[in-house]
C-alpha cells in the first residue's frame, strides 16, 4: 500500500504570509520552491505558491460558518478551491508583534474542511527569534484545523540569512529546505486514509438514501471521479451517437486543472464514489455541469438531490438563474431537468449538438 501511495502525485500549497508593500514574504517563498524544487520533481511533487497579498482576501465576510462549506463570495470559493487541491502546505510567515499577520489568520479563518487532515511545515523568519514566536501561535491555529505541523522546519534570522531582500546561498539552507518538502510529501500520503473520512462531509445534508456523503472534492478523488465520469458518459455518446463529448475525452491532469476553476461536490456511498457535480458563477448565471449518478444508483432520486443541493450553494446576491447543458439528443436528460424546473432557452452560441437549459433562482424568502 505505502508503494502506492508514495506515487500518487501530491501538490504542495506555499502560502506567504505577509501582504506589506516592500515585503521580504515572496523572496523567501521563491528561495525555498527553488531550493526544493529538485527533491519535489524526484517524489512526483508539485509546488504552486499562493500569495496572500495578491489573493486579497478581505476580512471574514462570509454569512456562514465556514464548516458549512457554503461560501456566496467568488473570492473565497477559489480560496477554497486552492486550498482543497493541496495535498500538504508550507506557510512562509513572518513575526508581527510576536505573533502571526493578521492575513494569515483570516486566510485560515475563511475556510475549515478544506485545510483538514494535511500536513504543513513553516518557513518563519525575522530578528533575534527568525519567526519562532510567530510559528507556535500558528500551530495553535492549524491543529484546532485537523492540519498537522511537520517536525522539520526552517527558521531564517533576517540579519544573518537575508542580504539585499534575498536569502544567502547557503547549502544548509537548502537542505533543510529539501528535508522538509520529503517530509511534508511521506507525511501527506500517511494522512491521506483520514481525508476520506466522514469528517470531510458537508454539514446537515441528508439524502435521499442511506449512508450517502456528500463532500467537496479533494485531489484523491479525481481518478476515481474520472472513472465515474467515463462511465456516465457512455449513455450520452450512444444516445447523441458521438464519442466526441469532452467528458470522454478528458485526462486526469485536465481534470485536476478544471479544479482551479469550478467547485467540484462528490457524493460517497459506502465509501464508494456514486455521484457528482460541478458548478460556478458566470455573470448573473450559477453555470452546473457533469452531473452524473452511477448508473446500478439511477432512480434512487440521488440526481434530483444533488441538483437541488448545488442549485443552493449560488451566490445569493449574484446569481439570477441556474444554466446547464446536455446532448440535444439526451431526452431522458432533458426530461429529468424539465422536472426540476428547466426550460430549454434559445441561444445562437451554444456548441453543436447541444441545448441549453435555464431555471431563475427564486430569491430566499424575507424572514422576519
Ligand atoms: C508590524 C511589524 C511587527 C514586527 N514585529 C516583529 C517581531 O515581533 N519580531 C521580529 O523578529 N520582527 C518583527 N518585525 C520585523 C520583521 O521581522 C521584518 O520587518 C520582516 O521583514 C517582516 O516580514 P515581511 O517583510 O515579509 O513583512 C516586525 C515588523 C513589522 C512590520
Same mark, same amino acid.
Given at each position: 500500500? $505505502? ?36 527533491? =519535489? ?29 457554503? &461560501? ?6 477559489? /480560496? ?31 475556510? &475549515?474542511?478544506? /485545510? ?13 527569534? =527568525? ?36 536569502? @544567502? ?7 533543510? =529546505? ?5 517530509? *511534508?510529501?511521506?507525511? =501527506?500520503?500517511?494522512?491521506?486514509? @483520514? ?33 465515474? !465520469? ?17 467528458? *470522454? ?20 456511498? !459506502? ?33 434530483? /438531490?444533488?441538483?437541488? &443541493? ?43 449538438? $447541444? ?14
Amino acid at each position: 500500500m $505505502s508503494s502506492n501511495l508514495s506515487r500518487t502525485p501530491r501538490h504542495v500549497l506555499v502560502i506567504v504570509a505577509s501582504t506589506r508593500p516592500g515585503r521580504l514574504g515572496p523572496a523567501i517563498a521563491d528561495w525555498f520552491v527553488q531550493a526544493a524544487l529538485p527533491a =519535489a520533481t524526484a517524489s512526483g511533487v508539485t509546488l504552486d505558491i499562493a500569495d496572500l497579498a495578491d489573493i486579497g482576501l478581505p476580512l471574514l465576510d462570509e454569512p456562514e460558518h465556514p464548516s458549512s462549506g457554503t &461560501y456566496v463570495h467568488e473570492h473565497t470559493r477559489s /480560496w477554497s478551491r486552492q486550498v482543497a487541491a493541496a495535498d500538504a502546505f508550507v506557510v512562509v510567515t513572518p513575526e508581527y508583534n510576536y505573533g502571526m499577520p493578521a492575513a494569515l489568520k483570516n486566510a485560515f479563518d475563511v475556510l &475549515y474542511h478544506e /485545510w483538514a487532515w494535511k500536513p504543513v511545515g513553516f518557513v518563519s523568519y525575522g530578528n533575534t527569534s =527568525a519567526g519562532t514566536r510567530s510559528v507556535q501561535m500558528t500551530k495553535q491555529v492549524v491543529t484546532t484545523l485537523r492540519m498537522l505541523p511537520i517536525g522539520a522546519t526552517v527558521a531564517l534570522r533576517i540579519a544573518e540569512s537575508i542580504n539585499d531582500g534575498q536569502v @544567502l546561498q547557503s547549502a544548509g539552507l537548502d537542505e533543510s =529546505a529539501r528535508r522538509m518538502l520529503l517530509e *511534508l510529501s511521506r507525511v =501527506a500520503s500517511a494522512m491521506r486514509p @483520514l481525508r476520506t473520512e466522514p469528517d470531510g462531509e458537508v454539514a446537515g445534508v441528508a439524502g435521499p438514501v442511506d449512508g450517502l456523503r456528500l463532500t467537496m472534492a479533494q485531489p484523491d478523488d479525481l481518478a476515481e471521479l474520472l472513472v465515474l !465520469q467515463r462511465c456516465c458518459w457512455v449513455q450520452e455518446a450512444l444516445a447523441n451517437d458521438t464519442l466526441d463529448l469532452s467528458p *470522454l475525452r478528458e485526462t486526469l491532469d485536465e481534470l485536476r486543472e478544471s479544479m482551479s476553476t469550478w467547485q467540484v461536490w462528490c457524493v460517497r456511498r !459506502q465509501g464508494r464514489l456514486v455521484a457528482a457535480v460541478r458548478a460556478r458563477a458566470h455573470e448573473r448565471a450559477w453555470l452546473i455541469g457533469r452531473l452524473m449518478v452511477a448508473p446500478d444508483q439511477a432512480g434512487n432520486g440521488i440526481g434530483s /438531490w444533488l441538483l437541488s &443541493y448545488v442549485e443552493q450553494q449560488a451566490p445569493q446576491e449574484e446569481t439570477a438563474y441556474y444554466e446547464l447543458f446536455t446532448g440535444h439528443r439526451s431526452i431522458h436528460n432533458i426530461k429529468r431537468y424539465e422536472r426540476a424546473g428547466y426550460v430549454l432557452t434559445h441561444d445562437e452560441d451554444v456548441p453543436h449538438g $447541444s441545448v441549453r437549459l435555464t431555471k431563475q433562482r427564486q430569491p430566499a424568502a424575507f424572514v422576519m
